[in-house]
T-cell receptor, first 111, second 113 residues
């Protein structure tokens, strides 16, 4: 069985502060890992992905994530958030061609 | 970049009627498209996988006779919700895969009254 766990359902953060969104997965096979962002009433936009190679992955909008195989984690970070980063963030793993999503983390950035 | 469109973006229909949602890959060809359903403040649940020219593969618990999927070409997939009921009200999102990436449409908000 495989699953994706996002440990925080909501993360409040002040503008220009750093943020970390946690994601853990379980899988008996190799996986590809993704982070997506969803703005209200919109589809998903890919932030970054890990397929292989360097465990530190840089994505769009200043986000980065680190793949940790031993801890089966793929946490997302941004050193300084903007108001526009307020959105829902989904971690996902692709196994046998299908994406499995975590429950999502709502990031609320306040001035 | 790869763009996926959906039409309509919002639809309201009466209980018992059918609704068709279109998903198009605008600047690329997609042999595989996916349909997801998302309830408010919840994650995306995969409904079915469609491959061009063949029957869709539905996830467990998804009624294939209720949610008809047609992948007629490499750029178009349609989802038809037949005999819609209020419990079918949801946000439906399609996605098209290119190699290792999936690109998502903007979603369709279906409300059944």
């Amino acid at each position: 069985a495989q699953s994706v766990t996002q440990l925080d359902s909501q993360v409040p953060v002040f503008e220009e502060a750093p943020v970390e969104l946690r994601c853990n997965y379980s899988s008996s096979v190799s996986v590809y890992l993704f982070w997506y962002v969803q703005y209200p009433n919109q589809g998903l936009q890919l932030l970054l992905k890990y397929l292989s190679g360097s465990t530190l992955v840089k994505g769009i909008n200043g986000f980065e994530a680190e793949f940790n195989k031993s801890q089966t984690s793929f946490h997302l970070r941004k050193p300084s958030v903007h108001i526009s980063d307020t959105a829902e963030y989904f971690c996902a793993v692709r196994i046998r061609g299908k994406l499995q999503f975590g429950a999502g983390t709502q990031v609320v950035v306040t001035p | 970049g790869a763009v996926v469109s959906q039409h309509p973006s919002r639809v309201i229909c009466k209980s018992g009627t059918s609704v068709k949602i279109e998903c198009r890959s605008l600047d690329f060809q997609a042999t595989t498209m996916f349909w997801y359903r998302q309830f408010p403040k919840q994650s995306l649940m995969l409904m079915a996988t469609s491959n061009e020219g063949s029957k869709a593969t539905y996830e467990q618990g998804v009624e294939k006779d209720k949610f008809l999927i047609n992948h007629a070409s490499l750029t178009l997939s349609t989802l038809t919700v037949t005999s819609a009921h209020p419990e079918d009200s949801s946000f439906y999102i399609c996605s098209a895969r290119v190699q290792y990436e999936q690109y998502f449409g903007p979603g369709t908000r279906l409300t059944v009254t």
